[in-house]
């Protein structure tokens, strides 16, 4: 769980210095990053926390991974983006944009598979699926949207990284689950 929580802040460092568009909440973050002055992986935390009071009418529990999920993806961004420079070279944009979202779908599918228990935003997306009784499918498209809508117009970057990662997170961590799940060996 630790190591895709890692991974995961890691991922969200290299699609910002990337500069070609972050994922929906990268492109949230950026916009209140923008009108705050605090670091990007400060911001991260605060937006999950905040998103982590909405559980509470929702009736969500947390888990460790939960409380794992919020320190450890914002102290990773801000330690990845302190070493990691932004690049301009397009070669390198495009490295950083597909390694970031590659990496991104592997460090989801780690976390998730550990099991113990779901992301902020994760949490938020079931527990309105089970209040609502709207499919998980919708419920999720509507929180990404209005995510980089809100983003956006705060300053986030929404680019060709942004649609990159909405075509292909899924598919990637549906195919990479299976080999990260834990499971319990019989005896």
């Known amino acids: 769980m630790l190591a895709g929580l890692a991974l995961y802040g890691t ?3 290299l699609l910002t210095r990337a500069h070609l568009g972050l994922e929906p ?11 705050t002055g605090l670091t990007f992986g400060t911001v991260t935390g605060v ?24 320190v ?20 390198w944009q495009i490295t950083f944009l597909v390694g970031g979202v590659a990496l991104n779908g592997f460090a989801t599918a780690t976390y ?4 113990l228990g779901p992301g902020a935003r994760d949490g938020l997306m ?8 709207r499919s998980v499918r919708l419920v999720r498209t509507g929180i990404e949207v209005t995510v980089v809508a809100a983003g956006f117009l705060l300053g986030g970057t929404v680019g060709i990284g942004t649609l990159l ?3 292909a997170i899924g598919p990637l961590t549906q195919a990479l689950l299976p080999l990260t799940t834990w499971r319990e060996r019989a005896v």
């Open 25 to 35: 909440w990268g492109v949230l973050a950026e916009g209140v990053m923008k009108h």
């Open 47 to 70: 937006i999950s926390v905040a998103v982590l009071l909405l559980w509470i009418p929702l009736r969500q529990r947390p888990g460790i991974g939960t409380v794992a999920n919020v």
């Open 112 to 115: 998730v598979g550990a099991r």
């Open 126 to 133: 079931t527990g309105l699926a089970a209040r609502t009784g």
């Open 11 to 13: 991922s969200v460092a």
């Open 72 to 91: 450890v993806i914002s102290v990773m961004v801000d330690v990845v983006r302190a070493f990691l420079p932004d690049q301009h070279e397009l070669a």
């Open 165 to 167: 990662y909405a075509l």
